[in-house]
């Protein structure tokens, strides 16, 4: 069965200390990965995609990576605003989104 | 130009209860899919339309749950007979095509009494 699986489930950072999101898949056959960010009461708002091993894309503080089993989103000097729940998604190619069930990420001043 | 809009923002029926939910895509976007977020849950895919088809519809986790979308444009999600189960937030997306970016709208808050 696929699977999109993210940790931890939730971060708490201090402004400025960089750390990195995971979300490892189990899928049939992978067309696209996806990182969303979802602020409380807001739908998610998309961040990235990628679509095969060793691809990476960066907007400002973030920085996505694949691999054939994983994701990373990694968040460089961050700061409060950054602060919202990541999500990841797969699909694969069956009419189907698989999400994962998101970090909770808290940047502290 | 505008987003995803969906109505209503919040709705609070009672168990047993039909309701109807609408989104609105962004002008253009043939594909449109709808989502079930429970509390502390990850997004649920429901059904997926190209056009005003929806190819699978194995999403949706009941056949109390029914969807369509006319005119290439708006989609209704209905739910009849409501369970407290089927309480949660209904998002509703938009894209150009299936392997686009998606585009959320705000989601609507069921709330089943």
């Known amino acids: 069965e696929d699977q999109v699986t993210q940790s931890p489930e939730a971060l708490r950072l201090q402004e400025g200390e960089s750390s990195s999101l995971n979300c490892s898949y189990t899928?049939?056959?992978?067309?696209?990965l996806f990182w969303y960010r979802q602020d409380p009461g807001k739908g998610p708002e998309f961040l990235f995609t990628l679509y095969s091993a060793g691809e990476e894309k960066e907007k400002e503080r973030l920085k996505a990576t694949l691999t054939k089993k994983e994701s990373f989103l990694h968040i460089t000097a961050p700061k409060p605003e950054d602060s919202a729940t990541y999500l990841c998604?797969?699909?694969?190619?069956?009419?189907?989104?698989?999400f994962g069930t998101g970090t909770r990420l808290k940047v502290l001043a | 130009g505008a987003g995803v809009s969906q109505s209503p923002s919040n709705k609070v029926t009672e168990k047993g209860k039909d309701v109807e939910l609408r989104c609105d895509p962004i002008s253009g976007h043939t594909a449109l899919y709808w989502y079930r977020q429970s509390l502390g849950q990850g997004l649920e895919f429901l059904i997926y339309f190209q056009g005003n088809s929806a190819p699978d519809k194995s999403g949706l986790p009941s056949d109390r749950f029914s969807a369509e979308r006319t005119g290439g444009s708006v989609s209704t999600l209905t739910i009849q007979r409501t369970q407290q189960e089927d309480s949660a937030v209904y998002l509703c997306?938009?894209?150009?095509?299936?392997?686009?970016?998606?585009?959320f709208g705000p989601g609507t808050r069921l709330t089943v009494l």
């Open positions: 997306a938009s894209s150009l095509g299936i392997t686009d970016t998606q585009y």
């Open positions: 899928v049939s056959g992978l067309r696209g």
């Open positions: 998604a797969v699909y694969t190619g069956t009419y189907k989104y698989i």
